[in-house]
C-alpha cells in the first residue's frame, strides 16, 4: 500500500542512534545516476524496497542515498533514523514534480527528475540504465582534507546549482520495537545523517577543499556531493554527483 501524508516542515538533524558502522568502502568511478530513497521504519511497506535498496547500494554506477522520513512516527515507532529535514527535501520534491505537497513512502527519486514507488524494480532499473549525469564531479583524500572539484560545463547552463555534501552511515541494522515492522530487524545501507549546501556552480569550473575531520563525525564513514539545479519551485535536476568513502 503507498501511504500518503502532508507534513510541515522540519529542522535538520545530524545524528541518530543504533548504528553499525562499517568501514571497507572505496572510491567510486563517475556514477550514472543519484537514486534517492524516502522510507520509514515505521511503514510496513517499505520493507520491500529496503530490500532492493541494499542491491542498489552495493552498483559502482549509482550513488544510491536513503533518507529516512519521520512522517510515519506517529504509527508507534519513532524512526531512529529519521529526519524533518528529509521530509522536507521529499515535500519539496513532489511540489515541482507534481504541484502538490503531499507524499508517500517508499519512493524513489531518480537524479532529482523522475519518480517511482521505492520497490518497482523494473521500471527503476530501466530508469537507472538511460541515466546519464553530464557534470563531471570528483572527490578526494587530501592531506587532512577532502578535496571537490565540479568541471566547467561545455554548454551553458539553464539555472544555477547548488553543491551539496551528504555525510552517510553506510550499514546501520535497527531493531524496530513498535508499530507495524515490530519485532523485525532491518539492515539500512547509505543512511543520509545531515545534508548541507557547500557552494554554488554556475557552469564555471569550481573547487572546494573541506577539512577532513569536519566529515568524520561519529557513525559517518562515507560521504557523496551532489549538484543540483535549483529552479524557481524547488530543487531540480541532479547534474553531477560523487562517492567517497574509506575514512
Excluded at 568501514?23 to 537514486?35: E, L, N, Q
Excluded at 529519521?82 to 513512502?105: C, F, I, K, L, M
Excluded at 560545463?153 to 524496530?176: F, G, K, Q, S
Excluded at 547509505?190 to 554556475?202: K, L
Aim: proline share 5%; with cysteine.
Amino acid at each position: 500500500m503507498r501511504h500518503l501524508a502532508g507534513i510541515g516542515a522540519g529542522i535538520l538533524a545530524c545524528m541518530a542512534a543504533s548504528v553499525t558502522v562499517a568501514t571497507d568502502h572505496k572510491s567510486r568511478p563517475a556514477p550514472r545516476a543519484i537514486v534517492e530513497l524516502f522510507t520509514s521504519q515505521g511503514c510496513s511497506s517499505c520493507v520491500k524496497a529496503d530490500e532492493y535498496f541494499a542491491d542498489l547500494a552495493k552498483r559502482d554506477d549509482i550513488v544510491a542515498l536513503s533518507l529516512h522520513v519521520d512522517y510515519w512516527d506517529y504509527l508507534g515507532w519513532r524512526d531512529t533514523l529519521g529526519d524533518p529535514a528529509n521530509s522536507e527535501r521529499q515535500r519539496s520534491y513532489a511540489s515541482v514534480q507534481r504541484g502538490s505537497p503531499r507524499v508517500y513512502t517508499p519512493q524513489i527519486v531518480i537524479n532529482g527528475r523522475s519518480e517511482f514507488v521505492g520497490s518497482d524494480r523494473a521500471a527503476i532499473d530501466s530508469a537507472i540504465a538511460q541515466s546519464a549525469l553530464p557534470v563531471p564531479v570528483t572527490m578526494r583524500h587530501g592531506d587532512g582534507t577532502v578535496e571537490i572539484e565540479v568541471a566547467a560545463r561545455p554548454i551553458r547552463t539553464t539555472w544555477p546549482a547548488t553543491i551539496r555534501l551528504a555525510l552517510l552511515t553506510t550499514e546501520a541494522e535497527v531493531t524496530i520495537g513498535r508499530g507495524e515492522n515490530a519485532g523485525a530487524t532491518i539492515e539500512y545501507y547509505n543512511v543520509v545523517r545531515a545534508m548541507r549546501p557547500i557552494g554554488m556552480w554556475d557552469g564555471e569550473a569550481v573547487k572546494i577543499t573541506l577539512p577532513e575531520h569536519e566529515l568524520m563525525v561519529d557513525g559517518v564513514d562515507a560521504c557523496a556531493i551532489l549538484v543540483q539545479e535549483d529552479l524557481p519551485k524547488g530543487p531540480g535536476a541532479i547534474i553531477g554527483a560523487a562517492w567517497l568513502g574509506n575514512w
